[in-house]
């Protein structure tokens, strides 16, 4: 396995490049290739690249720079709203409770299958959003209310997380979980407050560098906004991403090209490294053939909880019945979230290496397929 960084990443962007290239001779979304490409070069295949503690770096970096650049795009008032809570508590409650039974019925231990459960609660929203940014579908209500309910999914996730953990170790506290919750709205509502005094800021510093000539200036300052919003989300015990696009939600309203541009660039750069890493995280030889049975009724209900979970929430919101089942299939990718929470359970020695070797099975299909359906719902809207 290579131990050269510079090496590591430059295949890291050939692959990423062959992955456009693919996707483009056959017109399906680049985000599914490059996972596959990924599983090729992981230990899973060849072996020639790994998952080291370099490229998670640069992973997590491509995942918050993409969710920043997804929340430049977004509008706050269309994302938090009644309508997407809803989506996103029914969207955790369903498919926690079939991963929850589902686990019980194979046999497993309560405690395991509360992990399970939780690990379907997820929705990858960089994997979805990555997919309607691609097809220009950002600005539609559909999206609007999967990106939305996606991350108050994240939220609700990562607080049934804390639970599960606490369970499973012993130390389960509703002190803690309310300090999270309510540390999450105490963000949540400076974020908001803060929108237009740092918009104003950096309009200033933008109008200052442009007169120098140094639109540099506006990138790093809008680029340490993002990592800093980032950083404090993690610091609260919510995701890093989730506050990545919290400050793209802060500065969607500042129409400055430079900045829009410059994180364009980096977010098409370190997104790839992040796609294609999810593909290293899976290695087949890990699962047991007894195992493949439960895998694909895991995938089943991954899939099945998440769509009805979210589709009638959505349908009942006033969303159309064609949006409805975009928002339903759009909610399904749990991708790089699941597999965070399956490697959370195992290091914490919660869960087995079979049953997180079924999550990241589940998280990696769940990814794979949705592109594929969303493009094609999008493409038959003219027979709606």
């Not at 498919?95 to 019925?105: I, K, T, V, W």
């Not at 989300?233 to 890093?240: D, M, Q, Y």
């Not at 769940?366 to 809207?381: D, E, H, M, N, W």
Request: charged share 10%; hydrophobic share 60%; glycine share 12%.
């Amino acid at each position: 396995m290579l131990q050269n960084t510079g090496l590591e990443i430059s295949i890291f962007l050939f692959a990423a490049l062959v992955g456009y290239v693919l996707a483009v001779r056959v017109g399906q979304s680049a985000v599914v290739w490059m996972i596959l490409i990924g599983m090729l070069l992981g230990p899973g295949f060849t072996g020639l690249v790994g998952y080291d503690g370099t490229v998670e770096v640069l992973a997590e970096i491509g995942a918050i720079l993409l969710l920043f650049v997804i929340g430049l795009e977004s509008d706050f008032k269309d994302i938090y709203s009644a309508k997407n809570g809803l989506i996103a508590i029914a969207g955790v409650v369903v498919p926690f409770a079939g991963g929850f039974l589902l686990s019980r019925l194979f046999g497993f231990s309560s405690v395991t299958a509360l992990f399970v459960g939780t690990a379907l609660t997820a929705t990858s929203i960089a994997i979805t959003a990555h997919v309607l940014k691609e097809m220009g579908q950002l600005g539609s209500g559909a999206a609007k209310a999967i990106i939305g309910a996606a991350v108050i999914d994240d939220v609700l996730g990562l607080l049934m997380l804390g639970i599960t953990t606490g369970i499973g170790k012993g130390s389960f506290s509703f002190g803690a979980l309310g300090v999270l919750l309510v540390s999450a709205v105490i963000f949540f509502v400076i974020a908001v407050l803060l929108m237009p005094v740092i918009s104003e800021i950096i309009s200033r510093v933008n109008e200052w560098a442009e007169s120098k000539g140094s639109f540099q200036i506006t990138i790093l300052l809008a680029m340490a906004v993002a990592f800093a919003y980032s950083a404090v989300a993690e610091l609260i015990g919510l995701s890093a991403i989730v506050g990545a696009f919290i400050a793209g939600v802060t500065l969607e309203n500042l129409e400055i090209k430079s900045y829009r541009e410059g994180a364009a660039y980096l977010e098409m750069i370190f997104s790839a490294i992040f796609f294609v890493s999810l593909g290293l995280l899976i290695d087949l030889k890990d699962i047991g053939a007894g195992s493949w049975l439960f895998i694909a009724a895991l995938i089943a209900v991954a899939v099945a909880t998440k769509v009805a979970g979210c589709f009638f929430p959505a349908l009942f919101a006033g969303l159309k019945p064609r949006d409805a089942l975009i928002v339903g299939v759009g909610m399904v990718p749990r991708g790089e979230v699941a597999m965070i929470v399956a490697l959370f359970g195992l290091t914490a020695g919660i869960i087995s290496q079979g049953i997180y070797a079924a999550i990241v099975v589940m998280a990696l299909v769940t990814t794979i397929i949705v592109p594929v359906f969303l493009r094609r719902l999008y493409s038959g809207a003219r027979a709606y």
